[in-house]
């Protein structure tokens, strides 16, 4: 067990956490994570959707690469259809056909046509392509063949040109870049076979609290499972990394700390769940207590494995408290170089602080741009009355209305703890610090939950 | 190669398809597809996100299953500190502590108070918590502990009462739905270590078209690569299926045969991209024909290995052509029980297609309720002047204004084969039959993209 802590020194020096405004904590995790991004590897094709891009996608040639059909019909001169009407078909005597993959044997001359297939090459001297419907076949005298067409037609007519859509050497998609299936064709069109691909971060994950039971346990009195764990792994996978899972430990400092350890070989960033509070066994917040008595001085917790990891100017923390509802004492800190969350118990609170802190950390680490959560305009459905002193983050469902308009429906917004509006929720409200809530109409400011 | 049909006769049959309208060829594929639910398997809970459920999640036990304290503090009777202030604190004996996973010693006593943690049952007595920062340690005579109250106090503060969030019994989740983490969450507070899921469902990919090359080729006159099978293989993916990748080829009916033959026997939908056109060697369109013969009636093509198949009642055209721009020769029937979906070879009509047709089949085989695709209204941000006698479909960017306002802004919509849009796109904006095109502004309904 924790020392406890008893009198109004212990407890002074427990409360004495300065709240940070989100914004400012989230920055100081983005610098924190800013150059730790993971390396590549290659990844086939048909299996890169939904990675991130670890290479610059350019066009290795131009496309398309020669003049192409748009459909099936015949290969024409313009100049000798320009005139041709239902009434006085232009007659075109056939001299080959270019099906899909072929190329012609031979220019096209004046008064000739090449039947020819969607997706085919043009012959040289085509400049036209006429659709099917408008032709009709017609025989020749000595068995020629020859198509008639029956409406004019004019240069360039149904053929994409060498080099329309792209220019090779042109950028298609830069590092960083969620692998769509619309990457996947244009990265399969120019001959990607391979793909370099951000590996998949490593989060290790861990609960604490002598409460928590494994997920397969039998319920006992004063107990419950530790679903945090599980819930985290789920975020975590849906992030594009690859969760860990320690399992849920006692509150006790050795155990912590040789998890921390494990973790710290293990892993890319450490989340936590649990024991940051102000609790008498709250043990992440001890941890964490460490790291505030400043570099350079000996800390009174020993991190067996990570010794005098506090001494290290790699090792800091970054805040122990920030300035929102739920989730006050989410904190996070740098161990040795890598970031550690220690999110709250609370399984709304740990949600929060998942979307706000962690997933933006896992963006950096995958090399993406715009590593922060989505922010848009909605109006309220439903009023919160609830005051609050600091931003306030509610789970909301999301609806796009008859006439366009976004609106955000608040679900339960009283009880953080109501897990059934986690699976829910497609948005988090933000409701600002200091407001009295927000009313039914209200334009708020709405996080994009995935 | 497929046997060439000459003369006007051959293309009156291949020209004798009757376009039905996109609903109408979705109800078809819908119906066809129901009641093809794939099997379940169990998968461990913290791998069980983005599954589809295959059971139907229960709470097994009221929630919480004993009144929690909501924060650290102190346990007391709400009668003990009615009238506390800061001026005349009720002073209460601490008689024990409750940390979290411990249960009481003893009910709570008029009089006292037991110190007590997030999370901890609350004493028998006790019907009100006392957050830490509104009390004080004292001593008492003989050494004993005390705590002073300096707030007055409500019976139930900060108190979650057994079962105030789930009774036992109280559904959470039903089969089909999409496990988020939120559902995690729930599950792993129920007990549910394991989790009955919809196995990934099997997808058959081939391209067809002799100009294909695999990926990997070096580019060859008249020749493209087959980009079309990876960019279906992350659409499958996306739609929670297993794609399994057969190849590209030529246009040969014996070999397209072979493929549809180990398709149907290794998977549970077949697509295939190209060949549905009215060109000359549009292999899938020549197969699917013989789906239209009729039942019962012997057709001109042999399905080898699924010999007579078109003879079973079980084998049948759904469509082979669609009232829709991009995409109206996109096909689909029945063979001898399974889905066999024919998309066009142009990316990005093979794109529409699969979002109109085999994403919602494949949903239905996960049991998910509502499998059509996502619809929303949005107001467009630039013109699509292109009349169309049917319905068409314009790939879009979507935005939300500052005023909350969706907005969609379609992308290149003239060309359908600008590959560079399907990879941008977020919708796509549905232009109903025979309307004249779009204004900037008007409002448009836009199938929402994954």
Redesign the interface.
């Known amino acids: 067990m924790v020392k406890k802590h ?3 020194n212990g ?1 002074g020096s427990r ?1 004495n956490r300065r709240a940070v405004r989100v914004e400012e904590a989230q920055r100081r995790v983005l610098e924190a994570a800013a150059g730790q991004v993971v390396g590549s590897e290659l990844v086939a ?6 990675r991130r891009l670890a290479q610059t996608v350019t066009a290795s ?1 131009d ?4 003049a192409r059909s ?3 019909g015949y290969a024409v001169r313009a100049a000798d259809i320009a005139e041709a009407s239902p009434e006085k078909p232009a007659e075109l005597r056939v001299v080959y ?7 012609a044997p031979a220019a096209l001359q004046a008064g000739t046509a090449a ?1 020819i ?5 043009v012959p040289e001297g085509a400049d036209a392509v006429v659709m ?2 408008q032709t ?2 017609a025989m020749l005298a000595y068995g020629s063949r020859a198509v008639l067409i029956k409406r004019a037609g004019a240069a360039g007519q149904h053929i ?1 040109p060498c080099g329309e ?2 220019r090779r050497g042109g950028v ?2 830069v590092p960083g870049t969620l ?15 391979e793909v370099a691909v951000r590996k998949r971060p490593r989060i290790a994950v861990f609960a604490t ?4 039971l ?6 006992a ?15 975590v ?2 992030s594009g990394a690859e ?1 860990l ?1 320690l399992g849920a430990l006692p ?1 006790e400092l050795a155990a912590v700390e040789a998890a921390l350890a494990e973790a710290w070989e293990s892993s890319d960033i450490i989340v936590t769940t649990g024991g940051v ?6 043990v992440m917040a001890e941890l964490i207590r460490a790291f505030k008595d400043g570099s350079g001085v000996r800390t009174k917790v020993q991190l067996s494995s990570l010794q005098s990891a506090a001494e290290r100017p790699a090792s800091r923390l970054l805040f122990d408290k920030v300035a929102m509802r739920p989730g006050s004492p989410t904190s996070a800190a740098v161990i040795d170089g890598k970031l550690l969350f220690a999110l709250s ?3 709304g609170a740990c ?1 929060v602080g998942f979307e706000l802190f962690v997933r933006p950390a896992i963006h950096l680490l995958l090399g993406v741009r715009e590593a922060l959560p989505t922010v ?4 309220l459905l439903t009023a919160v009355e609830k005051p609050s002193p600091h931003d306030r983050f509610v789970r909301a469902r999301l609806v ?8 955000a429906d608040p679900l339960a917004f009283a ?1 953080s ?9 497609e948005g988090l409200v933000i409701i600002p610090a200091g407001s009295k809530g927000a009313e039914v109409g209200e ?1 708020v400011d709405v996080i994009l939950i995935p």
């Open positions: 008893s009198g109004m407890q409360f094709l048909h299996e890169s959707g939904g040639s496309w398309p690469p020669f748009g459909l099936d056909e270019v099906a899909a993959g072929q190329v039947r297939m969607t997706g085919a090459a099917l419907e009709a076949e994409a859509e792209f298609l998609a692998v769509r299936p619309g990457h996947v064709a244009l990265l399969g069109t120019f001959g990607y076979a609290g002598s409460e928590l494994a997920v397969a346990a039998q319920l009195p004063g107990r419950v499972r530790d679903s945090n764990s599980s819930m985290v792994a789920a975020m996978h849906q969760p899972l509150d509070s102000v609790g008498d066994y709250d118990g609370n399984p949600f848009v305009r909605a109006r796009i209305g008859e006439n366009g308009m976004l609106s009880k703890s109501m897990m059934a509006s986690i699976a829910e929720a334009a």
